[in-house]
């Protein structure tokens, strides 16, 4: 590979990485609060509000069942309005995280159903609130499970950053495109094929590492 394809390289790393931990930040700060109201308004939740849960789930699995591809194109004019332009790195970073937030909503929420309705119960008992349920029972107990899905949300950002590449994000996929595919540079595809595979299983190892630490049932 010659010095200028590995500047390139250097480059499209750094976008990716900026990309998918943008994004992957901004789904963190929505789409925690998407859960716990998931889990907070539902039959039986600390504050019950079926009419409120509904809405919201239809609308996270309006945008779950897009698909990314689809939702990259479709939000060009919101993504031009947001930062100026529909192409670029920052440009990426909209259509993901907009597709990120309810995919990890739904993963937070699971997490959050698997904390044992007794504590709940055992903290309501005690006069405990809704935000000092949520605090101190729901956050603690479910943090595992938040910090595993936060890990998997953050590989899937790798691969729908790759995939943004297709319409001039930059990152490894737009390397890989420009100059794997219709310049035929074998050595640059299999440099990105492989910095992808580092980077997901980074990610996933420190995301394990993480969720060992915390795992308190263990």
């Known amino acids: 590979m010659s010095p200028v394809l590995f500047e390139l390289l250097l480059r499209s ?7 998918t931990g ?5 789904s963190l700060v929505f789409g925690l609060p998407l859960g716990l109201a998931l889990v907070a ?7 019950e509000n079926l009419w409120v849960n509904r809405i919201l789930g239809a609308l996270i699995n309006g945008f779950r069942s897009v698909p990314f591809i689809i939702l990259l194109v479709a939000l060009i004019p919101v993504t ?5 332009t529909s192409i670029g790195t920052w ?25 044992d309705h007794g504590l709940i119960e055992a ?14 029972v729901l956050m603690p107990e479910a943090l595992p499970g938040i910090v595993a899905g936060f890990t998997v949300t953050l590989v899937t950002l790798v691969g729908a950053s790759a995939m943004a590449g297709a319409i001039g994000a930059g990152g490894l996929g737009d390397l890989a495109i420009r100059y794997g595919y219709q310049r035929f540079e074998t050595s640059v595809m299999i440099a990105v094929v ?9 990610f996933q190892w420190i995301g394990d590492r ?4 915390l795992d308190h049932r263990g």
Request: with cysteine.
């Open 22 to 26: 943008a994004s992957g930040l901004i």
């Open 41 to 47: 308004t539902d039959r039986g939740g600390i504050a």
């Open 80 to 84: 031009r309005l947001i930062v100026g």
């Open 91 to 115: 440009a990426a970073i909209v259509p993901l995280s907009i597709a990120a937030t309810p995919y990890y909503a739904r993963i937070a929420e699971v997490s959050l159903r698997e904390v």
């Open 210 to 213: 993480l969720v060992a630490r």
């Open 123 to 136: 903290a309501r008992a005690m006069g405990g609130n809704r935000w000092t349920i949520v605090r101190e």
């Open 13 to 19: 790393i750094w976008e990716t990485v900026l990309m």
């Open 194 to 202: 492989i910095v992808l595979i580092v980077l997901v299983c980074g």
